[in-house]
Nanobody
Framework: QVQLVESGGGLVQAGGSLRLSCAAS????????MGWYRQVPGKQRELVAT???????NYADSVKGRFTISRDNAKKMHYLQMNSLKPEDTAVYYC????????????????WGQGTQVTVSS
């Protein structure tokens, strides 16, 4: 009932910046939280940043001070501003939403986008 689409990935030089966007659509009743995760081959998907509908944020230690998560509740979008990028940030980035939607408005469900590739070159 909820579809998420990421955009903004690409190739950037170390020290550069990218801004990722995530657009949510579908029969959404409410969004409780939004987030960004990333995954590299052979490793577990890891949390990058989260934000609640009220604006509370949480970041992985590795990105604190460099990445900023934000959201636009009215547009049902959230973003990840990535500055001072490092080669270690190279990964597929996935947006995530915890929402109530469709016929399941009584319970929260987790939804994932398809991912967008971010590559940071040396």
């Amino acid at each position: 009932q909820v579809q998420l689409v990421e955009s903004g990935g690409g190739l950037v030089q170390a020290g550069g910046s990218l801004r990722l966007s995530c657009a949510a659509s579908g029969s959404i009743f409410s969004i409780d939280a939004m987030g960004w995760y990333r995954q590299v081959p052979g490793k577990q998907r890891e949390l990058v940043a989260t934000i609640t509908s009220g604006g509370s944020t949480n970041y992985a230690d590795s990105v604190k001070g460099r990445f900023t998560i934000s959201r636009d509740n009215a547009k049902k979008m959230h973003y990840l501003q990535m500055n001072s990028l490092k080669p270690e940030d190279t990964a597929v980035y996935y947006c995530n939403t915890i929402a109530r939607a469709g016929l399941s408005i009584a319970t929260r469900q987790t939804y994932w986008g398809q991912g967008t590739q971010v590559t940071v070159s040396s």
